[in-house]
Every structure is written in C-alpha cells, then in structure tokens.
C-alpha cells in the first residue's frame, strides 16, 4: 500500500493561532485597513514568517472588495503602435497589485460586446480603452457600474485621456519637407471613416493637418496626391494597397517629389515600392511616416515620435492614482464610499493629457534635387 502524503495549507485562523490574537486583526495587518500598535503587528509579522503564510489571492479580493483586475479593451493589438502602447501599460501594471487582462477588438461586433460587458465590478476595477472614442452607447455602457476609465490614444469630455495631437503631428512632418524645398507632396493613409466605429481615425486628423501645413504655406491642394486606404482598419497589413498607391503616384503626369505616410508601415511599404521601380530614397523620393514603431529606426524612417509607450505609462499610472484616491476615500470614512458620489466628484476633475509629439530626423528625407522622375 502506497504512502500519501498530506499538504498542509496554513490559514489565517493558525496565524491568529499563533499570534494570539483575533484573525480580525491579523486581516488588519494584511491589508493595512486599520491601525495596528507596532507591537501587535510584529507579533503577528513573526507568526506569519514562522508558518510561511501566503494569503489567498480570492480571500483578500473579497475582503477589499475589489477584483484587482484591470481590463484593457484594444483593437488589433498586434499592430506595432498598439504593441508599443500596450508595453507601456503592461510596464507599469507589472509593478501594482493588479493584474490585467486585454481584451482584443478586431470587429464592430466584439467591440460592442467588450464595452457592454467588461465594464463591471465583478470583473475589473478599471478599465483603460486604447484607440478606440467612446459613442453615446458606449459612454452608456463604461458608465453603467460607475468604474474609473482612462482613454489612451482618444479621447471624450466624461472621462481621463491620455492622448497626441495628430494634427500637430502631421503638419510637422510635412513642413519638413516643406523646408527642404518639396510642393510636391502627397499623402497615404488609412481609413477617415473606420468600420469599428471611431469617432475620428488617426488618418482623418493626419489628413486635416497635411491640408493645413499646406495651407498655410501657400501650396496648392491636390485630390489626386491623396490615397485613403479603406482596408487598413480590418487589420491586415495590406503591403500591396501601398505599393499600387506609390506606382500610381509615381507613374503619374506630376508625380510628387515626397510622400506622407499616415503610418510607418505605410511608410516602409511606399520605401519598398519606390526602389521596385528603381527610385532612389531619398534622393529621387523622401519619405516620412508616423509612429517612430522600433523598425523606423532600423531602415533609417524620418518620422513622427508620438510617444507611444509614454502615452500608455501615463494611462496606467492615471488609472492606478484613479483607484488609490477611490481607495483612500473609502478608508477615511471607514464605509463603502458610494461610487456614483465619487463619480460625480470625478468627473468635475476630468483631466486630459496631451503626450509630445516630435519630428525625428533620420535618412529618409533630403532636400529637392533640380531633376525628372523617371519610372520605369
């Protein structure tokens, strides 16, 4: 007959045993939820470490009340920009006591899905929402159970955001060229209309800023130097819409001297197209994209720095001051502070940050050359 061996599972009831003292208090000094004289909690310190006690992750959740689970709902979530935000939010999370769940998003239907049903206490304490602007419903949803929200990379009136300005961004791209002699400028992007519902895309406000550096600069605007990919926002890389947008731009009568990405991947793919029909980047072709992803740097991409990961540090770190002051409160009058009175607290100090967004100089660009495209 085999032997079995037993596990001995310690429990706050033999801390309290052996300490001497009520399993209330040995609670206290777990969760630091009430004073505890210096002399009680190191006895109680002394029976912990002598019975290596480890409390349960489901006992101390239910007696906080709380998850210790943070949902973070992001589309397409393998996308270079995403990733970089969401190492930012991973980064801080990593050093809190919470864990955190991502909720991927990669149609109108799961969005919708996500936004109605992750936004409840029973299955988070806070939620941050990347990329994505909150519509009438949705405000409706990540409002129901009055959970703190922080918006990454958009952004709304009722609610924290952490966000860039893309129109600041563009126009700086393009007065670059502007500078380096080009008037010849086209744009390439992505949807101004997204089937997840965005209230505005990135390339639509990137397009608005490429319109006005123009403007401003007293340079023509040319509909046929504008090419909107429609297919970039059901997440495919769609590398050959990009190249058949560059072909055409450069097979055209007036074909520019520089081009605009709204995204460095788009950006690589016009590179990619160029030198396929024999350009030179960027002595026939400069080339500027938007993102600064970690590739950018590798092929030598002039780009917009939108500070991607700070702007997902920031959300997270936003959050987590969110729930301590939630947390605080609630201590200081020694209830369940009514989360629609801090709600209502919270929204009069809705705070909207904006991250930097800057040039970065690299190979892709150069100064107008005296010369003919010739396309083969």
Same mark, same amino acid.
């Given at each position: 007959m085999k032997n079995t061996a037993t596990v001995q599972i310690t429990t706050i009831h033999d801390v309290a045993k052996r300490a001497g003292v009520a399993t209330a208090t040995v609670s206290r000094v777990l969760n630091n939820t009430a004073p505890v004289s210096d002399s009680t909690r190191k006895i109680v310190q002394t029976a912990i470490d002598e019975l290596n006690f480890v409390p349960s992750p489901n006992a101390r959740k239910l007696s906080w009340g709380k998850t210790f689970t943070i949902a973070c709902i992001v589309p397409f979530f393998t996308r270079p920009s995403f990733v970089e935000r969401l190492r930012g939010i991973v980064g801080v999370f990593e050093d809190s006591d919470y864990d955190l769940i991502v909720y991927n998003v990669e149609s109108a239907h799961r969005r919708a899905q996500y936004f109605n049903e992750v936004p409840r206490p029973d299955r988070c304490d806070g939620v941050i929402v990347v990329s994505m602007t909150p519509n009438d419903n949705d405000v409706n949803a990540l409002k129901r159970f009055n959970l703190p929200v922080v918006l990454v990379d958009s952004h709304h009136p009722q609610f924290h955001s952490i966000s860039e300005d893309s129109?600041?961004?563009?126009?700086?791209?393009? /007065?670059?060229?502007?500078?380096? $002699?080009? /008037?010849?400028?086209?744009?390439? $992007?992505?949807?101004?209309k997204d089937t997840l519902n965005f209230e505005a895309t990135s390339s639509a406000r990137r397009l608005k800023g490429y319109k006005q550096a123009l403007q401003n600069a007293n340079i023509a605007f040319k509909d046929d130097y504008v090419c909107v990919d429609n297919n970039f926002a059901i997440g495919s890389k769609n590398g050959n819409t990009v190249k058949a947008f560059t072909l055409q731009l450069m097979h055209s009568n007036h074909p520019p001297t520089a081009i605009f990405a709204a995204s460095d991947f788009q950006a690589m793919g016009v590179m990619q197209a160029a030198r396929s029909v024999g350009l030179r980047v960027p002595e026939d072709l400069s080339v500027v994209g938007y993102d600064d992803i970690e590739l950018a740097e590798h092929l030598s991409l002039t780009t917009i720095n939108q500070s991607l990961r700070l702007s997902g540090e920031r959300g997270a770190t936003l959050l987590l001051e969110t729930l301590s002051i939630l947390s605080n409160e609630s201590k200081k009058e020694n209830i369940s502070l009514s989360h629609q009175s801090f709600i209502d607290d919270y929204a009069e100090k809705v705070i909207h940050e904006k991250v930097p967004v800057d040039l970065v100089l690299r190979a892709s660009t150069a100064p107008l050359l005296d010369r003919q495209h010739i396309v083969t």
């Open positions: 129109e600041e961004g563009a126009a700086k791209a393009v /007065n670059h060229l502007i500078e380096l $002699g080009h /008037n010849k400028i086209a744009f390439i $992007g992505g949807p101004l």
